[in-house]
């Protein structure tokens, strides 16, 4: 039986991380423990890092710490599960990392290039295994979608768009799996004390949403970027002082990737996943009371049938994959493993940076 603590309440994320975990065969949580906030929270509303460990005290772990290092120490876990600010990760990591502890990092690594790099070094120096959580990654349609490009079906890749977005976090309406209900209503002050509305906790919509497409990119793209040209503002969310919507130009020899993040669109109308446009056709999503499916037409609008393929209940959430991986001895899924991460944060570090110089920027190299 896998041994497996989750650090961290402050990610909503980690309401679902909880639940895979109580609902997988082969893996146990034996623990969980917050992070201490920078700025305290001023109200337990849904979502919220307080509210977040109740959920977990009262349906999935009553094994509850205060502090994360006691915890690792009396517990002696396999693997830590870390869902806390951004700008608390490298930390964290390491007191895992010095304790023999694998991790799994919610998406994306770290608020900066430099800092995931630290990271990177921790994990070397002391032989962890370390992965990262890409939620997107165990929907079935995206399964769908990523085989049938792979299998050719609309050529050789020329452009890839992508933009995803919400509320906010913690914005009217928001709602996050592993929860049936949206989020409680707040005020404007009561956001600006939570961690996502701070850009230097690694708050802010490049590190939230303009990651996923960074990811896509990273896996879809095969040449090394040119550059990367990013435009970040904070239109609607006064309370933050980070971006609320975010549009980053990667450019590549022969292709593109456009990949945009808002915090001010309802997701309702958003696209489910990417639009991959190749030199035969595009493959898209739509998505119909919830439900998304994929999608593919050639360049005269003809349709195209898109690949059947079972998805597999090993690929259904990072703890049935972590389980399936260690028990079969089978390679993690390439989305997930650290190295592939350091070119997406590579990417994304970029866009920040083009961002704050208004010109394009130089990717660094991790071919």
Known sequence: MIKAVIIGCAHMHVNEIALYIHEQVGIDLIGCADVEAKTPEIVKARYTRLWNLENIKNNYCSTIYDDYKFMLDELKPDIAFILCENANKPVIVEECAKRGVNVSIEKPVAVSYEEAQKIEATIKKYGIEAMVNWPVLWRPYMYSMINAFNKGLIGDLKKLYYINGHTGPLGAGAKHRGVSQTADEMTDEARSKTWWYQKEMGGGAFLDILCYGCMYSALLQKDQPLGVTAYGENLNTPYSDAEDNVTAIIRYPATVTVAEGTWTMPQL??????????????????????????????????????????????????????????????????????EQNMKVMALLDTAIKASESRKEEKVPCRN
């Open 269 to 338: 109308v958003l696209p489910a996943g990417p639009v991959i446009t190749g030199d035969k056709g595009v493959l898209y999503t739509t998505k119909v009371d919830g439900v998304a499916s994929v999608h593919g037409v050639d360049m005269y609008g003809k349709t195209l049938e898109i690949p059947e393929i079972e998805f597999p209940s090993h690929m259904k959430n990072i703890a049935a994959h972590y389980v399936y991986c260690k028990t079969t001895g089978e390679p993690l899924n390439i989305c997930v493993t650290f």
